[in-house]
């Protein structure tokens, strides 16, 4: 199954990884994944993405914020985030909460 199936099935909290960390820079950001050492960037949308999740919110209510702030359609921007956080998820950056970081 792939991450990003597995994800909105879970449609729970997401967390960053302990092995990742985060720079922002102007209205983009840079996630770094520490193991791999490979950079991945975040335009402004991604970013706000990334701004609610590490508040804690779950996929649906970072869904339910931006829906207010973005003129999108619900299925795309929900289509949208969930790519992201299964890229994100992917490249070790995130993990589900309650997932064991070894």
Do not use: F
């Amino acid at each position: 199954m792939k991450a990003a199936g597995m994800l909105d099935q879970a449609i729970g909290q997401i967390k960053r990884a302990v092995a990742a960390d985060t720079a922002p820079e102007d209205d983009e950001t840079v996630l770094l994944n520490l193991e791999s050492g490979v950079y991945y960037g975040l335009d402004t949308v991604g970013t706000r993405v990334w701004q609610l999740l590490t508040q804690g919110r779950t996929i649906a209510g970072v869904c339910d914020t931006m829906i207010e702030e973005y003129d999108v359609a619900a299925q795309v921007l929900h289509a949208d985030v969930m790519r992201l956080v299964g890229e994100l998820h992917d490249r070790g950056i995130v993990t589900r909460r309650g997932h064991l970081d070894a």
